[in-house]
């Protein structure tokens, strides 16, 4: 007790509130350095090659959806479209965080969860243009006056994207952020990387009608809509359905009358299920046994997406 009272007179802090304090104080250089980390990796992720030569290549892919001549194919395929722009913005921060194999010094000013932080912080600066893109799309494709969609009798030529459909590909992004540091984590070799961020992007986007059936569309990265729900039988007068209903025609694909359903709201989970999604990946990028917290939320997002999809499907 004595020696307590004499510590607490001369003023003495003990060991554990002074480490305290110093974290603390610690904590907004810190900060500032992962702010600062960030804004270098933006403007190095930018400058990508992969980014450069994949940008003219989603501009022809676009073009080509939507001078494609059958029946709905732009209003169908332009979630595909991003594809190519996708798949650069993984290779990009693969590339950025693979720079954690090179040996660090033990006092570099950041951690190694601190430069992960960062450098996807500095990813972000896709999401944010491909929201601008997104959104510069949906005005112009209004101002032209919307998309052709469904077959005669029951067609439009002025389907508009919904909300949730805008925001897909900017969830996306934020997959494909998560997505190219888990590869960068775990993929020891930069072109093992690269071959496997081509394989998921090229799955996901040009071969994505081999996931958007009834049974796999809530799990898909790109979703298509409208969905096809039967309707009537082949011999059945289209004339006699409802007249605000878009329809399908039957032919090569399938042997009945079917009825065209936008669903903003399957839409909407499934951009919730995306970003589940990103947050398991972000998980993995920190080797797992960090970002409990982060991988929980990132299940439950996915999990809660998921299920609305199938409630609002069923």
Excluded: K
Aim: glycine fraction near 10%.
């Amino acid at each position: 007790m004595a020696a307590m009272s004499a510590s607490a007179v001369e003023g003495r802090v003990p060991d554990q509130v002074a480490d305290g304090v110093a974290d603390g104080a610690a904590a907004g250089p810190r900060r500032r350095a992962v702010r600062q980390l960030a804004a270098v990796e933006a403007r190095r992720m930018l400058w990508s090659p992969w980014l450069l030569l994949t940008v003219p290549v989603t501009w022809l892919a676009g073009r080509t959806t939507l001078q494609a001549n059958w029946s709905g194919a732009a209003y169908t395929s332009l979630p595909a479209v991003a594809g190519p722009a996708l798949f650069a913005v993984s290779v990009a921060v693969a590339v950025a965080c693979g720079r954690d194999r090179a040996p660090l010094a033990q006092d570099a000013p950041v951690g190694e969860r601190q430069r992960l932080t960062a450098r996807l912080l500095g990813g972000g600066v896709f999401v944010v243009l491909m929201a601008v893109v997104a959104g510069t799309t949906a005005l112009w494709l209004r101002s032209r006056g919307g998309l052709d969609l469904g077959d005669e009798p029951g067609r439009t030529l002025h389907a508009q994207l919904t909300l949730p459909e805008i925001l897909q590909p900017v969830a996306l992004t934020v997959v494909a952020v998560a997505l190219g540091a888990a590869a960068a984590r775990w993929v020891r070799h930069r072109l093992g990387a690269v071959t496997l961020l081509f394989l998921v992007w090229f799955a996901a986007s040009l071969v994505y009608w081999a996931f958007n059936g009834p049974t796999v569309r809530a799990f898909a990265l790109v979703q298509s809509q409208p969905i096809t729900v039967r309707a009537a039988e082949a011999g059945t007068d289209p004339l006699t359905l409802p007249s605000s209903w878009l329809l399908s025609a039957p032919g090569q694909y399938q042997d009945f009358w079917g009825r065209l359903v936008v669903s903003p709201a399957m839409a909407a989970w499934h951009d919730v299920y995306l970003l589940g999604v990103a947050g398991l990946l972000v998980w993995v990028a920190m080797g797992l046994r960090h970002g409990r917290r982060v991988a929980a939320v990132g299940l439950l997002l996915a999990a809660a997406g998921v299920a609305g999809q199938l409630v609002v499907q069923t």
